[in-house]
Structure formats: structure tokens, C-alpha cells
């Protein structure tokens, strides 16, 4: 079975930062594309981020120049750090991976979210 956990989410101030972490945990071969979406109250989920295995990135408009994901294969984790937070930022952060656990086959897991919010 395999699990991913989010963490880093918490309370922001305009302009602030924070970092989200998601790491896999399980028994799998492989990591392929890890990426990072937001689900803000009432809107559907969206893409924030993704990243390959080989580490081309690419990013929503909206967070370009803001936000940078990465990822450490060896820890079997993705990051995003934002910066220079807005207020539309304010969502639940989901980190999602495409894995393969036997060879040939790939599937796709989701975090439970970690949820980023403004402080008034």
C-alpha cells in the first residue's frame, strides 16, 4: 500500500512564505511525475506545479516567479515554497505522484492536503 503525507501548511500573512512537503511512503519501484494542486473553498482542484523525474518543471501561471518545486528522490519527497504569498492563495494544497509498483504499471496517489490560510 502506498501513502503520501502532506505537512508545512499553516497561517500566512500577505507577502509571507511557507514550505509544503509531501513524502511517499510504501513499497513501490518508482517515482514518476510529482506535482502539486490547490483546492480553494467552493472552486475545483487546480495545478499549481509539476515536475518530472528527470526535473523539468512546469507552473500555473498564477504562481510563476512565486512558487518553485523540487523534489529529492532519494527521501522519496516533492517541496513547493512559496513566496510572496496572496490571498487567492489561500487553499488546501494536495501533492500528487505517479508511481510505478510493478513494473509496466503506474498509479496515480494523492496527499490528504495541507491547508494554507491567511491570518487576518
Known amino acids: 500500500q502506498v501513502r503520501l503525507l502532506e505537512s508545512g501548511g499553516g497561517l500566512v500573512r500577505a507577502g509571507g512564505s511557507l514550505r509544503v512537503s509531501c513524502a511517499a511512503f510504501?513499497?513501490?519501484?518508482?517515482?514518476?511525475?510529482m506535482g502539486w494542486y490547490r483546492q480553494a473553498p467552493g472552486k475545483q482542484r487546480e495545478l499549481v506545479a509539476d515536475i518530472t523525474s528527470g526535473g523539468s518543471t512546469e507552473y500555473a501561471d498564477y504562481v510563476k516567479g512565486r512558487f518553485t518545486i523540487s523534489r529529492d528522490n532519494a527521501k522519496k519527497m516533492v517541496y513547493l515554497q512559496t513566496t510572496s504569498l496572496k490571498h487567492e492563495d489561500t487553499a488546501d494544497y494536495y501533492c500528487?505522484?505517479?508511481?510505478?509498483?510493478?513494473?509496466?504499471?503506474?498509479?496515480?496517489?494523492w496527499g490528504q492536503g495541507t491547508p494554507v490560510t491567511f491570518s487576518p
Open positions: 500528487k505522484m505517479i508511481i510505478t509498483r510493478v513494473a509496466g504499471l503506474h498509479y496515480q496517489y
Open positions: 510504501g513499497s513501490f519501484i518508482s517515482i514518476n511525475d
